[in-house]
C-alpha cells in the first residue's frame, strides 16, 4: 500500500467544508472557535476568517436571518421524530408521547441547529459569496 503524495494545494471538498463549520469562501479557516457540535460553550464565532480575513456577520443583524433557516431545521426535525414515532409505535391516540420526544429533540438539536442554520446561511443564502480557490492558498493576499 503505499498513499500517494498529497498534492501542495488540495481543493477542500464541499461536504467537508460544511461538515466542520469551515468559511465559505476559503475552506480553511473555521466559523466556530470550538469544535464541539453538541455543546453550548461550542458555540462561539470568529468575526472574521482566521485564514482569509472573511467577515462573517456582512451586515449588523445578519444572524436574525440564521434564526429562520434555524426554525425550519427545527420543524424538520419535529417532523422527522415524529414519524419515526409513529412507526415505531403505531400510536396516534396520546399526544404526550409525541411531546415526549419532541421536546428532548428540539433541547438535543439546538445547537447543532445554532450552528448550521449559521453554515447554511453563509453557504447558500448569501449572494456573491462563494469558494475562492486563491483565497485557499495566498492567505496574505487579500486587501
Ligand atoms: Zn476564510
Not at 34 to 53: A, H, L
Not at 72 to 96: C, D, K, Q, R
Not at 101 to 124: D, E, G, H, K
Request: glycine letters at 4%; charged letters at 20%; proline letters at 6%.
Amino acid at each position: 500500500m503505499n498513499n500517494s503524495a498529497n498534492k501542495e494545494e488540495e481543493k477542500v471538498p464541499l461536504s467537508y467544508a460544511l461538515l466542520h463549520a469551515k468559511c465559505p469562501r476559503c475552506r480553511k479557516g473555521d466559523m466556530f472557535k470550538k469544535s464541539s457540535y453538541f455543546s453550548f460553550k461550542g458555540q462561539v464565532m470568529y468575526e472574521n476568517c482566521p485564514y482569509c480575513n472573511l467577515r462573517y456577520e456582512k451586515e449588523p443583524g445578519y444572524w436574525y436571518v440564521a434564526m429562520f433557516v434555524s426554525y425550519a431545521l427545527n420543524v424538520g426535525e419535529m417532523l422527522t421524530v415524529s414519524i419515526i414515532t409513529y412507526f415505531v409505535t403505531h400510536n396516534l391516540e396520546n399526544p404526550w408521547l409525541y411531546l415526549g420526544v419532541i421536546f428532548p429533540t428540539i433541547f438535543i438539536f439546538a445547537p447543532f441547529n445554532y450552528r448550521y442554520s449559521r453554515v447554511a446561511l453563509l453557504y447558500w443564502l448569501t449572494p456573491g459569496l462563494k469558494y475562492d480557490e486563491r483565497r485557499s492558498s495566498n492567505p496574505h493576499k487579500h486587501s
